[in-house]
C-alpha cells in the first residue's frame, strides 16, 4: 500500500514531501492510540527508502520516526498526569489503566524501582511493555521531565530497531514489496514472539 501510493507520485521530492509528515502524524497517533502498527509502518517505510531514495533519506527517517514516537509518549503522559492529578481522574487515565494488564502493571513498578529511567528503554521494545510502565510512571508521580530524559533513548531505541527490520528485510529482496512482506512478516515475528512465550509458560505452568 505504501509503495503504491509512494510510486504514483511524480517526483522524489514529492514522494518525501507526503511520506514523512505522514509518517510522522501516523507514528504519533500510534503513540496516543492503539490504531495504527507502528512497529510495521516504520519497517515498512524503511524498505521504501532504501529502495527508492538515497541512503541518506534512511537517517531522515529514522528522526522523524524517533522524534513522532517521543512526542506521542510525552502528549499521552502530560493527558494521564492531568487525569492523576485531578480528584476525579480523566478519560485518558482510564483508557491508559484499561490497557494494562494488573500482573503487567505489578512488574512494571518493581522494574521501575529497581532501574528507574533505563526501564523505559526496554518497555519500548517489548510488546504491550510501554503502557504498563508509562502508568507505573504515572502512579509513582514521576515529574515529566524526568519521564522525558528517559523516554528520549527509548523512542531513538525503538525507532532503530523496527528501521533495522525494515533495511534487513528489504536488502534481501530486489523488489520493494517483496522487502515490504519481508519487513512486516520480520517485525510480527519479533512483537508476537514474547507473547507466545507467555502464553506457553502460563500453559506450561497451569
Given at each position: 500500500?505504501?509503495?503504491?501510493?509512494?510510486?504514483?507520485l511524480?517526483?522524489?521530492?514529492?514522494?518525501?514531501?507526503?511520506?514523512?509528515?505522514?509518517?510522522?502524524?501516523?507514528?504519533?497517533?500510534?503513540?496516543?492510540?492503539?490504531?495504527?502498527?507502528?512497529g510495521?509502518?516504520?519497517?515498512?517505510?524503511?524498505?521504501?527508502?532504501?529502495?527508492?531514495?538515497?541512503?541518506?533519506?534512511?537517517?531522515?527517517?529514522?528522526?522523524?520516526?524517533s522524534?513522532?514516537?517521543?512526542?506521542?509518549?510525552?502528549?499521552?503522559?502530560?493527558?494521564?498526569?492531568?487525569?492523576?492529578?485531578?480528584?476525579?481522574?480523566?478519560?485518558?487515565?482510564?483508557?491508559?489503566?484499561?490497557?494494562?494488564?494488573?500482573?503487567?502493571?505489578?512488574?512494571?513498578?518493581?522494574?521501575?524501582?529497581?532501574?528507574?529511567?533505563?526501564?523505559?528503554?526496554?518497555?519500548?521494545?517489548?510488546?504491550?511493555?510501554?503502557?504498563?510502565?508509562?502508568?507505573?510512571?504515572l502512579l509513582?508521580?514521576?515529574?515529566?521531565?524526568?519521564?522525558?530524559?528517559?523516554?528520549?533513548?527509548?523512542?531513538?531505541?525503538?525507532?532503530?530497531?523496527?528501521?533495522?527490520?525494515?533495511?534487513?528485510?528489504?536488502?534481501?529482496?530486489?523488489?520493494?514489496?517483496?522487502?515490504?512482506?519481508?519487513?512486516?512478516?520480520?517485525?510480527?515475528?519479533?512483537?508476537?514472539?514474547?507473547?507466545?512465550?507467555?502464553?506457553?509458560?502460563?500453559?506450561?505452568?497451569?
Amino acid at each position: 500500500m505504501i509503495e503504491e501510493v509512494l510510486r504514483q507520485l511524480p517526483t522524489e521530492s514529492t514522494q518525501q514531501a507526503v511520506a514523512y509528515p505522514s509518517l510522522f502524524l501516523l507514528v504519533a497517533l500510534g503513540s496516543l492510540v492503539p490504531v495504527v502498527p507502528t512497529g510495521v509502518l516504520v519497517s515498512s517505510v524503511a524498505v521504501v527508502t532504501l529502495h527508492q531514495t538515497s541512503p541518506f533519506a534512511l537517517l531522515i527517517v529514522f528522526a522523524v520516526a524517533s522524534g513522532a514516537a517521543f512526542l506521542g509518549d510525552i502528549c499521552l503522559y502530560w493527558l494521564g498526569k492531568r487525569g492523576v492529578a485531578s480528584s476525579h481522574g480523566s478519560k485518558w487515565l482510564e483508557a491508559i489503566t484499561s490497557r494494562a494488564a494488573p500482573e503487567r502493571l505489578a512488574q512494571a513498578q518493581e522494574k521501575l524501582d529497581e532501574h528507574g529511567t533505563v526501564v523505559l528503554v526496554l518497555s519500548r521494545l517489548v510488546p504491550a511493555g510501554r503502557i504498563p510502565v508509562m502508568l507505573a510512571c504515572l502512579l509513582g508521580r514521576m515529574p515529566l521531565r524526568q519521564f522525558a530524559r528517559g523516554d528520549v533513548p527509548a523512542c531513538l531505541a525503538w525507532a532503530a530497531t523496527y528501521q533495522l527490520i525494515g533495511i534487513l528485510g528489504g536488502s534481501l529482496f530486489h523488489e520493494p514489496w517483496e522487502g515490504v512482506l519481508a519487513a512486516v512478516a520480520l517485525t510480527l515475528l519479533v512483537s508476537g514472539t514474547p507473547a507466545l512465550w507467555r502464553r506457553l509458560r502460563a500453559c506450561v505452568a497451569g
